[in-house]
């Protein structure tokens, strides 16, 4: 069975910081490009950064300088550092594989608010 389970979202005041994991299980991890993508509400889905499984790695522009992607093939987890927070990266954080197949994490809420 597939899955992919977000963790580390949560409240953070502007300017600060968050590290979202996403553990999978059910697929081979290292085969598959990663990525994490956002949905703020009343808007689409939109990419923020993905790796390949050769770590070739894509940021989108409004968050170049301030998220790091990362991944770890032993311990089947992509992770999404997010620094320098700011109101407008509110929304629901989701990871994605994409390989022979596609699959999607279930989301995790990050909101920037003071």
């Known amino acids: 069975q597939v899955q992919l389970v977000e963790s580390g979202g949560g409240l953070v005041q502007p300017g600060g910081a968050l590290r979202l994991s996403c553990a999978a299980s059910?697929?081979?991890?290292?085969?598959?490009?990663m990525g994490w993508y956002r949905q703020a509400p009343g808007k689409q889905r939109e990419l923020v950064a993905t790796?390949?499984?050769?770590?070739?790695?894509n940021y989108a522009d409004s968050v170049k300088g301030r998220f790091t992607i990362a991944r770890d093939n032993a311990k089947k987890t992509v992770y999404l550092q997010m620094n320098g927070l700011k109101p407008e990266d509110t929304a629901i954080y989701y990871c994605?594989?994409?390989?022979?197949?596609?699959?999607w994490g279930q989301g995790t809420q990050v909101t920037v608010s003071s």
């Open positions: 994605r594989a994409q390989g022979p197949n596609a699959y």
């Open positions: 059910g697929f081979i991890f290292s085969f598959y490009n």
């Open positions: 790796i390949t499984w050769s770590e070739v790695i």
